[in-house]
């Protein structure tokens, strides 16, 4: 019996269009698909408050979602990375939960 995590993942591997993402691929399938991908896309967002009533991945699942159907478009010469939930959020630290990282490391 699935659980109801595999019946998502399943539902989604079975509509989701060709996509070079790379956190779902093995390794082979990556030496593969690097003969064509032209670009490489890395979605950031914040984990920061969004009022009271959205999660704190706000920005990353937005980002994460964008870079996906940007990614599909642009199959095969596209490669997504996976997110990276972190920003530059200093002015939300007084908000239990916000991650940021220091302008300096963001940039680099």
Do not use: N
Request: overall charge neutral; some cysteine.
């Amino acid at each position: 019996m699935l659980c109801a995590v595999e019946v998502a993942l399943t539902m989604r591997v079975a509509s989701t269009p060709a996509l070079l993402s790379l956190g779902r691929m093995t390794w082979p399938e990556v030496k593969a698909a690097l003969s064509t991908v032209e670009l490489a896309m890395l979605p950031t967002g914040s984990t920061e408050q969004h009022g009271p009533a959205l999660a704190l991945s706000t920005d990353s699942a937005i980002a994460a979602a964008l870079a996906e159907r940007l990614a599909t478009r642009l199959y095969p010469r596209a490669l997504l990375l996976p997110p990276l939930p972190f920003g530059f959020s200093p002015h939300h630290m007084s908000f239990p939960g916000t991650l940021t990282l220091t302008a300096e490391t963001f940039q680099a």
